[in-house]
C-alpha cells in the first residue's frame, strides 16, 4: 500500500469512528471526569493522532480502544500540566482511577458502556439554561460544531461558542451529575431532554425544501437522538411520542413543496408523495406508547399527526376527535400555540365565526402579536367570513413575519387571490 | 464536593411574626441543620443579623470607603448559609430544596472553589 492510499483508509476508518462512536466515546470520558470540554479536547487529539499513526502502522484492530487509550493519556496529561492549580491531588488520583476503566475498556470494546443517554441528561439538567440544552446535546452527542449549530439556530458562532463553553464550564464546576435520574424524577428530567431534541428538530425543520444543508442535517440528527433515546429507554411512552410525531412529519416532507419550490398546505399535499413506511412506523409507535398508559404532550402530539393523516387517507372526516385532542394538548400545555391550531380545527366543525372566537386574544399575548401563523389562521378565517379588508391586513402582517420565502410566496398568493375577488364584487 | 447554600428571605418578615410563629421557624431551621448533620452532609453553618447591622467596605482611589448597609439592596436578603459536603449538584439541589427558605424565600447553590 503506499502512503497515498495509506491516509485515504486511515481517514475512511476515523471517518466511520466518528460517525459510529463520537458521542459514546465522550459520554464515557466525561463521566469519569465531569468535565465534557477536555473530554472534546482529548478525543480531537486522539482522532490527530490517529489520522498520523494509522497510515504507517495500518488501523488498529479496535479503533475505539485505540482512541480511548490515547484519549484518556491526554486528559490525564493535561490535568497534570496546566489546570494544576485548580486540581488538588487527591482529585487527579481519582481521575486517574476513573481513567483506568478506560484501560480496562480498551481491552473490550465491544464492552464500552454507553452513556450518552446520561450525558443527554447532564446537557438537559436544570442548572443548564433551557435555551442551550438543544445546542449542547448536538455537539458533545454528535460532535457538530458551534459554526453549524449557530446557522442552524440564527445566532452568530462566536455568541454560540460562547455560550456552549459557558455550560460546559457550568456542567464542571457545579458538579452536575453524569446519571440518568431515578424513577420518581425521570418522567420530568426526561420532558427536558425531549424538549431539546425536538428543539433541535424544530430548528432543522425551518428549511422544509431541505435547500441548507446544515439544517436539514439537524433534523436527521434529531430523529437520530429520538431513536437512540427510545431504544435506551424502551418504555417511556413520551419519548416513544416525540419519536412518532418527527416520522410523521418527515414523512410528508416532499409532499410539502411543489416543481416549483413552492409551499403546499397539507390538505392540497399529493398523498403519493407520503413515505408510507415512516407513517407506519409513527403508527406502531403510538400504539406501543398508548399501550404503556400515560398521556402527554408528545403522544397528543403525533395523535393529532395520526388523524391528519387518517383523514386525508381515508376521506372520512375527524374533526371532533381532532378538536378533543387539541383540548387534551392544550389542558397540559396551555400554550397559544394549540389554541391557534384547535380554533382552525373548530372552523371545520362549527364555521369560521365560531372559530375567530376560539382564537387566542392578543391582547392578552403580546408574543402572538410576532407569531405569523397566529395572522395566517386569522386571516383564513376571515375570508371565510368575507371580512376581506381584515384578512387582507392580516396576511400583510404575516408575510412581514414569515423567513421562509417559500411560504411567504404561498400567503402573498392568498392575499392578492383576495384582492381579485374584492374587485370581482 | 463541598456547595454553600446560601438562604435568601424577607428579613422584614421576621419581626411581624407572632412569639409562637417566630419559634415555629427557627425549630425549622434547626431540624434542617441536625438532619444536615445526622447525613454526615454539614460542614458549617451560620444564621446571619439583619442587613440593618452590614457594613459595606471598598478601596476607590486608594482610600477605604466603608458605607451603612448592605452591598446589594433586593427585596430578600441573604440570612444565613449552610456549608454541605455532598457527591454532586443534585444532592445539593435536592438538600437546597429542603431548607425551609426555599418555601418563603430562595436558596442559592454554589460550589466551593477548593484551592
Known amino acids: 500500500m503506499n502512503s497515498r492510499e495509506g491516509d485515504e483508509q486511515a481517514r475512511t476508518t476515523a471517518e466511520a469512528v466518528a460517525r459510529r462512536s463520537y458521542g459514546k466515546l465522550i459520554a464515557f470520558l466525561a463521566a469519569r471526569t465531569g468535565d465534557v470540554a477536555a473530554a472534546e479536547d482529548a478525543l480531537s487529539e486522539a482522532f490527530a493522532a ?66 450518552r443517554l446520561a450525558l443527554m441528561f447532564v446537557c438537559s439538567h436544570p442548572a443548564i439554561e433551557p435555551g442551550i440544552r438543544a445546542p449542547l446535546i448536538l455537539q458533545v452527542i454528535l460532535g457538530l460544531d458551534a459554526k453549524a449549530i449557530a446557522s442552524a439556530f440564527l445566532t452568530s458562532p462566536a455568541a454560540m461558542s460562547k455560550r456552549l463553553v ?21 418522567p420530568s428530567r426526561l420532558d427536558a431532554v425531549l424538549d431539546a431534541v425536538y428543539a433541535a428538530f424544530a430548528e432543522g425543520w425551518t428549511d422544509p425544501a431541505g435547500t441548507d444543508v446544515a439544517r436539514r442535517d439537524l433534523t436527521e440528527e434529531a430523529m437520530f437522538l429520538a431513536q437512540l433515546v427510545t431504544e435506551l429507554l424502551p418504555e417511556e411512552p413520551e419519548a416513544l411520542g416525540l419519536l412518532a410525531l418527527m416520522l410523521h412529519a418527515e414523512a410528508r416532507r416532499r409532499a410539502r413543496r411543489g416543481a416549483s419550490g413552492e409551499y403546499v398546505p397539507l390538505a392540497e399535499q399529493d398523498l403519493a408523495l407520503w413515505d408510507l413506511r415512516m407513517i407506519d412506523e409513527a403508527e406502531a409507535l403510538l400504539r406501543r406508547a398508548s399501550a404503556l398508559g400515560v398521556i402527554g404532550r408528545y403522544q397528543l402530539e403525533g395523535a393529532l399527526q395520526s388523524a391528519h393523516v387518517d383523514r386525508y387517507r381515508t376521506g372520512r372526516t375527524n374533526w371532533a376527535e381532532v378538536v378533543r385532542l387539541y383540548d387534551a394538548l392544550f ?17 371545520e366543525l362549527q364555521g369560521a365565526s365560531a372559530a375567530l372566537n376560539a382564537m387566542p386574544d392578543v391582547s392578552t399575548d403580546a408574543r402572538l402579536a410576532e407569531y405569523q401563523p397566529y395572522w395566517a389562521a386569522r386571516a383564513e378565517l376571515l375570508v371565510k367570513t368575507g371580512s376581506n379588508e381584515e384578512a387582507r391586513r392580516a396576511y400583510e402582517i404575516a408575510i412581514g413575519l414569515e423567513r421562509d420565502p417559500a411560504v411567504r410566496r404561498f400567503l402573498q398568493k392568498r392575499q392578492s387571490a383576495l384582492a381579485s375577488v374584492a374587485e370581482g364584487e | 464536593m463541598k456547595y454553600i447554600l446560601m438562604a435568601y428571605v424577607n428579613e422584614g418578615a421576621w419581626p411581624k411574626m407572632t412569639k409562637a410563629e417566630q419559634e415555629q421557624g427557627a425549630a425549622a431551621y434547626m431540624a434542617y441543620g441536625e438532619a444536615l448533620q445526622k447525613a454526615g452532609a454539614l460542614v458549617g453553618s451560620n444564621r446571619l443579623r439583619p442587613t440593618s447591622s452590614a457594613t459595606t467596605v471598598r478601596i476607590a482611589d486608594g482610600k477605604s470607603q466603608v458605607l451603612d448597609g448592605p452591598y446589594v439592596d433586593s427585596k430578600e436578603q441573604l440570612g444565613g448559609y449552610f456549608l454541605i459536603d455532598v457527591p454532586d449538584l443534585d444532592a445539593a439541589i435536592s438538600w437546597a430544596s429542603r431548607c425551609p427558605a426555599a418555601a418563603h424565600g430562595a436558596v442559592e447553590v454554589r460550589p466551593i472553589w477548593e484551592m
Open chain 1, 50 to 115: 490517529a489520522l498520523a499513526d494509522w497510515p504507517r502502522k495500518g488501523s488498529p484492530a479496535s479503533p475505539e480502544a485505540w482512541l480511548l487509550t490515547v484519549a484518556r493519556r491526554k486528559i490525564i496529561d493535561s490535568y497534570r500540566g496546566q489546570r494544576r492549580h485548580e486540581v488538588a491531588g487527591e482529585e487527579l488520583q481519582v481521575l486517574t482511577e476513573g481513567l483506568g476503566a478506560a484501560a480496562i475498556a480498551a481491552e473490550a470494546p465491544n464492552q464500552i458502556p454507553d452513556q
Open chain 1, 166 to 186: 459557558r455550560a460546559k464550564e457550568k456542567i464542571r464546576q457545579a458538579g452536575i451529575p453524569f446519571r440518568v435520574p431515578e424513577r420518581e424524577e425521570l
Open chain 1, 331 to 347: 389542558a397540559l400545555s396551555g400554550s397559544p400555540v394549540v389554541a391557534i391550531n384547535r380554533a382552525l380545527a373548530v372552523a
